[in-house]
C-alpha cells in the first residue's frame, strides 16, 4: 500500500477559481513534505520543501499547508492560470540527511479551462 | 546552465536487446538518482549515487545496472529489455546540504 496518497485524482477548475489537493501520508518517522508540480511531458518541478516543524509555506500562487499530527497536507492554488495545467505530486521523506526512501503520491492532475 | 538533460528523449526496443540512458548535470551535484514512473503510481527509485564512483540500490533495481564514472554523468543500463521495463524514466540531481532535487525532461522507453 502506497504510503502517500493524494486525493482527488483529477480535476478541472475553471480559469482564475481556486483549488486545494489533498495529500495524506502514513511515512514514520517524517522529516519534509515536499510538493512537485509536473508538466505533460516535462521532469517534477519543485514548488515547496517543508519540514515538521513547519505549517504553511507559499511559492506564488501556490500555497502548501502541513499537519503533522494528523499526517495530512494540503497544496492550495489562488487565482488558477491556464499554466496551472499539470500534476501535482505529493513526496514525504522519512530522512533528513538522505532521501533515498522518498514515498511518491501518484499525483493529482489539474485541467484548467478557460 | 542546462540542468539536467537526459538523452535519448524517446527509445523503442525489442525484448532482449539492451542500452544506455545518460544522464547529465552542469550543476556540480553530489547526489543522482534514477526514477521510472508509470501510470497510476508515484515514481519509485532505482539506483542512485552520492558521489563520484559511487552507487546504491533503490527500490526497483533489478534488471537495472548504473554507473557513475564522471561526477556530471550517471548511466541506466538495460541488459537485456522486458516489457515490464516500458516506462517514463526520469533523472535527478541535487547537492549536498539542500533538500531539492531537480529533475531532468525524462526518457520514454517503450519494451515490444
Known amino acids: 500500500k502506497n504510503q502517500v496518497e493524494q486525493s482527488p485524482q483529477s480535476l478541472i477548475i475553471l480559469e482564475g477559481k481556486n483549488c486545494t489537493l489533498q495529500c495524506n501520508y502514513t511515512v514514520s518517522p517524517f522529516s519534509n513534505l515536499r510538493w512537485y508540480k509536473q508538466d505533460t511531458g516535462r521532469g517534477p518541478v519543485s514548488l515547496t520543501i517543508?519540514?515538521?516543524?513547519?505549517n504553511t509555506k507559499s511559492n506564488g500562487r501556490y500555497t502548501a499547508t502541513l499537519d503533522a499530527d494528523t499526517k495530512q497536507s494540503s497544496l492550495h492554488i489562488t487565482a488558477s492560470q491556464l499554466s496551472d495545467s499539470a500534476s501535482y505530486i505529493c513526496?514525504?521523506?522519512?530522512?533528513?540527511?538522505?532521501?533515498?526512501?522518498?514515498?511518491f503520491g501518484a499525483g493529482t492532475t489539474v485541467t484548467v479551462r478557460a | 546552465n542546462a540542468g539536467v538533460t537526459q538523452t535519448p528523449k524517446f527509445r523503442v526496443l525489442k525484448t532482449g536487446q539492451s542500452m544506455t540512458l545518460l544522464c547529465a548535470q552542469d550543476m556540480n551535484h553530489e547526489y543522482m538518482y534514477w526514477y521510472r514512473q508509470d501510470p497510476g503510481m508515484g515514481l519509485r527509485l532505482i539506483h542512485y549515487?552520492?558521489?563520484?564512483?559511487?552507487?546504491a540500490k533503490g527500490e526497483v533495481p533489478d534488471g537495472y545496472n548504473v554507473s557513475r564514472l564522471k561526477k556530471q554523468n550517471f548511466l541506466l543500463g538495460l541488459e537485456s529489455a522486458a516489457p515490464s521495463q516500458t516506462s517514463v524514466y526520469f533523472c535527478?540531481?541535487?547537492?549536498?546540504?539542500?533538500?531539492?532535487?531537480?529533475f531532468g525532461p525524462g526518457t520514454r522507453l517503450t519494451v515490444t
Open positions: 517543508m519540514t515538521f516543524s513547519e
Open positions: 513526496v514525504v521523506s522519512p530522512h533528513r540527511s538522505n532521501d533515498y526512501k522518498l514515498s
Open positions: 535527478a540531481s541535487r547537492t549536498s546540504g539542500v533538500y531539492e532535487q531537480y
Open positions: 549515487s552520492v558521489g563520484e564512483g559511487t552507487t
